[in-house]
């Protein structure tokens, strides 16, 4: 197989993931959702602009963080891995929306804690 060009590889892992950035978005979407739910009566009295801009700023930087598998992605299909690489690199995706899951819920356990005490 002939090698890889730097286009080539950053072009493949555009389109491994990109569709993917929707189910880790989902994810962490309805983890804040369901302790928005949990926390119902409560939320709309606390609801505020700070609120909507810090689930903003959380959400953006979620995506920052998602970003890291590029250069970890084109690095690897460059290299000689590239066909393990190809079968396995799901277990990434996994590893990482795990950690951004727990993550995610531990943001709004804070929140909520937070706003319990006010």
Request: hydrophobic share 55%; aromatic share 16%.
């Amino acid at each position: 197989m002939a090698a890889q060009t730097f286009r080539d590889s950053v072009t493949a892992a555009i389109r491994y993931w990109e569709p993917r950035r929707l189910i880790y978005n989902f994810v962490l979407a309805a983890i804040v959702l369901t302790y928005f739910g949990l926390s119902h009566g409560t939320f709309r009295s606390k609801a505020s602009l700070d609120l909507a801009l810090f689930l903003i700023l959380m959400a953006v930087l979620a995506n920052v963080a998602y970003c890291a598998a590029y250069p970890v992605d084109i690095f690897v299909s460059a290299s000689g891995y590239r066909e393990q690489w190809l079968k396995y690199r799901w277990i990434i995706f996994m590893i990482g929306l795990v950690f951004a899951a727990i993550i995610t819920r531990f943001f709004e356990i804070g929140r909520a804690s937070c706003r319990e005490r006010v």
